[in-house]
């Protein structure tokens, strides 16, 4: 069979796709660039580098900055990456918050940092970060960054060990996430959600790599506890739904 000759698009095609990757490779030149000029304060020039890195990405997946997703990422092999792409936006985020005919911006940065913390091992980490600048009252616009918190740590789903026992779609997980939203507007209730979210992924963890010590427990002492627990709190739960 003879080999079809490859015609001039295809080679420039071919062509552009050596010079994208060939820029692809010196991203974190100007990641570590932008991370270095945030410390030093000079966002204008942060926002800059920040901007062709992100613009790097895009290029590469072949779509826009705004349009990138964790999706187009390996969420094991490309975990760094996610979690730098993450800080990006929070950066980027906090840099037009400083300006309000850049709100709409700082809106859509603070999107994509929830799209790419919620549901990796980061989130935990990265809800704290906004948990941590709004108590500082430095955001100019702190509801924003207060619904981002709320997104990330307070309305995920995840409900890490009551999942592992029971079921993602259980009764009893579903009234511990209605109980967790019933508590997140108080002090005490958002340090429990946070102290939560610290320790469950990895006890989670430690259970999945020791199975016999997790059918012991789960058996013995943490079943028995939920069980007892969401009983309790049922009543509770239900008339805040109904009330809400």
């Not at 006890?203 to 058996?219: D, G, R, Y």
Request: proline letters at 4%; hydrophobic letters at 35%.
């Amino acid at each position: 069979m003879v080999k079809k000759k490859p015609d001039a698009k295809d080679l420039k095609d071919e062509k552009k796709r050596e010079q994208v990757i060939e820029l692809y490779r010196t991203r974190l030149q100007h990641l570590k660039k932008a991370q270095a000029l945030v410390k030093d304060d000079r966002m204008a020039q942060a926002v800059d580098s920040y901007t062709k890195y992100l613009g790097i990405l895009a290029l590469y997946f072949d779509t826009t900055e705004d349009r990138l997703t964790p999706t187009m990422f390996d969420p094991e092999k490309d975990v760094t990456e996610l979690l730098l792409i993450s800080h990006a936006y929070w950066d980027l985020a906090k840099a037009f918050d400083r300006s309000p005919n850049l709100q709409r911006d700082c809106f859509r940065c603070l999107e994509q940092f929830i799209k790419f913390s919620i549901g990796f091992k980061y989130q935990h980490v990265n809800a704290q970060i906004i948990r941590k600048f709004n108590n500082k009252k430095q955001a100019h616009n702190p509801k924003a960054f207060e619904a981002a918190y709320h997104k990330i740590q307070i309305s995920s789903k995840k409900c890490y060990v009551a999942s592992m026992c029971f079921g993602e779609t259980d009764n009893r997980t579903e009234t511990l996430r209605h109980f967790k939203l019933s508590i997140a507007p108080y002090e005490l209730g958002k340090d429990f959600i946070d102290f939560y979210y610290s320790r469950s992924p990895a006890l989670v963890n430690f259970f999945e790599h020791n199975q016999m010590i997790k059918m012991f427990a789960e058996n013995v002492f943490i079943k028995p506890f939920l069980n007892c627990f969401t009983f309790l709190i049922g009543p509770y739960v239900k008339n805040k739904k109904t009330n809400s």
